[in-house]
């Protein structure tokens, strides 16, 4: 399992053209250690660093961990849904609170 983390973390790195020296600075962990994830050796780390690492790849710490990317991608359209939402005025989000009631409503009486 230490050889997933290590090969998937090299591969987003290497998809998101992301330098360890850059993704040091996005999660305060040093280039050594980081690099120490990446080395042959290829260890994995705590739970903490990992979520951190995760948070700055924008990733979920269990697609880094078992390289599944199908739960990844479901975790970030979740994640990007979340933040489009955020940004929305409040008349915005009570139409789509609306909406969303007029769909339950529709399919409650179609079954």
């Not at 990446?38 to 990992?50: E, Q, T």
């Not at 990844?72 to 409040?90: C, F, G, R, T, W």
Request: hydrophobic letters at 35%; aromatic letters at 8%; charged letters at 25%.
């Amino acid at each position: 399992m230490d050889s997933i983390f290590k090969n998937t973390l090299r591969s987003e790195l290497d998809f998101q053209d992301i330098k360890v020296k850059e993704l040091s600075v996005r999660t305060g962990i040093s280039p050594r250690t980081l690099e120490g994830y990446l080395s042959s050796r290829g260890s994995i780390p705590p739970a903490d660093v990992a979520f951190k690492i995760a948070q700055a790849l924008n990733v979920s710490v269990e697609y880094l961990v078992t390289g599944n990317s199908t739960y990844n991608q479901k975790y970030s359209q979740q994640n990007s849904m979340e933040e489009k939402l955020s940004i929305l005025p409040l008349e915005k989000k009570m139409m789509l609170k609306d909406f969303i009631g007029i769909l339950d409503n529709y399919e409650i009486k179609n079954k």
